[in-house]
């Protein structure tokens, strides 16, 4: 067993890569890692693994994720993406039905935060992850997206960060959610102070992962089990619904003494058999489109019916063996963008692309 941090679990296993290392054989990918892992050359390739009509049968955000350069280099195994959670009790009670759009969301929170005051109920409207760590990435992405904008054009490779849609995205973050629907307090939040307020009853809506249905449908923790809704996530008028892509991989090493053993240990992790499991034992939501129809899936996770929707507009990170590079300018961009109300926010995005540029000529310096 690995450590439990990613970030941890990483250094272990590059370790034993970097030194040609014939310890492992198949091992776990985080949904980030592929592009990094392929062009190191410690993944083996794996497209004569899984030939294209196999791929077919997963979700397509996973397969994107595992391909760089053409070549496929890891096998979803199960999948993570961001999800709308909101209070069914409270939108029920004032007449609405979950928000399609970002501005419609705002609305409904006003409302109620407003109409609850008057009872002497003291919420928020909204609660996400906002502190500058990956998770801020993560959710800034899904805003950035559903405006129709992009931090690199995945058709051109262009670095789009000072774009129109997603200058008005992060202006709108800054603007509109925090310290207004949003306590300001979400600028230090990540996934679990996120989910706390939401859980002990004040917060109408909330951004994050699908475990955070479990805990908030736990009556010996949560105050609102039973009351809890999910939902994809909204959109900016004329945009559509995205959610960043989490989850985990399965890879093989490339320097793997028994390759054909490991082949086959990676096809039957998976396999539907192994997946349903997983879905069955351990709540965590398969990367094979089939299941969301398993009958057995659904009855033991219920809320998956909702979540098939959202898995399906699950998208990458940008995808680079250099991400956590750029994911550190992404943090400091976003952080200083949302945090502070008088920031030029087209300048430090154009400052931050100028640096993500620097960052990609490294990467094709080494083709």
């Known amino acids: 067993m690995g450590p439990h941090s990613s970030t941890a679990f990483h250094d272990m296993l590059t370790q034993k890569l970097k030194n040609r290392s014939s310890d492992v054989d198949v091992f776990l990918m985080d949904v980030v890692w592929p592009p990094e892992f392929g062009s190191a050359g410690w993944a083996m390739p794996l497209d004569e693994v899984v030939p294209p009509e196999e ?20 096998i979803p195994f199960f999948i993570d993406s961001g999800l709308l959670f909101y209070r069914k009790d ?8 979950p928000p399609e759009t970002w501005e419609e969301l705002v609305r409904q929170a006003e ?16 609660s996400g992850q906002f502190k500058q760590y990956e998770g801020l990435v993560c959710d800034m992405l ?23 849609p997603a200058i008005k995205a992060v202006q709108f973050v800054r603007d509109r959610l925090i310290g207004k629907v949003a306590p300001r307090g979400v600028l230090t939040y990540q996934e679990p102070e996120s989910l706390d307020l939401f859980i002990q009853g004040k917060a109408v809506f909330m ?3 699908p475990y955070a249905w479990s805990r908030s449908n736990d009556p010996e923790t ?8 999910i939902s994809v996530l909204p959109h900016f008028k004329g945009g559509k619904s995205f959610s960043t892509l989490g989850g985990w991989q399965i890879g093989i ?3 793997s003494s028994h390759k054909e053993a490991a082949i086959r240990f990676a096809r039957f992790l998976s396999s539907k058999r192994v997946q349903k499991w997983m879905a069955l034992i351990a709540g965590k939501a398969p990367t094979r489109k089939s299941l969301y129809n398993d009958k057995d899936v659904l009855a033991k996770n219920p809320h998956f019916r909702e979540m098939k929707d959202v898995f399906l507009t699950a998208y990458p990170r940008p995808r680079s063996p ?14 200083k963008a949302i945090s502070d109300p008088g920031s030029d926010i087209l300048t430090e995005a154009k400052a931050a692309g100028r640096e993500i540029e620097e960052i990609i000529k490294l990467t094709k310096g080494n083709q």
């Open 111 to 126: 409302t109620i935060v407003d109409g609850e005051k008057r009872k002497g109920n003291h919420i928020y409207g909204y």
């Open 222 to 229: 949560s105050r609102v089990a039973g009351k809890v809704g």
């Open 322 to 335: 250099l991400y956590p590079a750029i994911s550190e300018v992404l943090q400091r961009y976003f952080s």
């Open 253 to 255: 090493s490339a320097f």
């Open 207 to 209: 951004r994050n992962w």
């Open 55 to 74: 791929r077919e049968k997963f979700l397509k955000g996973p397969i994107i994720a595992n391909t760089y350069r053409g070549r496929l280099y890891g």
């Open 90 to 97: 409270l939108l029920d009670a004032y007449g609405f039905e």
């Open 142 to 164: 899904e805003f950035i997206m559903s405006n129709g904008g992009y931090v690199i054009n995945h058709d051109t490779g262009r670095v789009t960060l000072a774009d129109t």
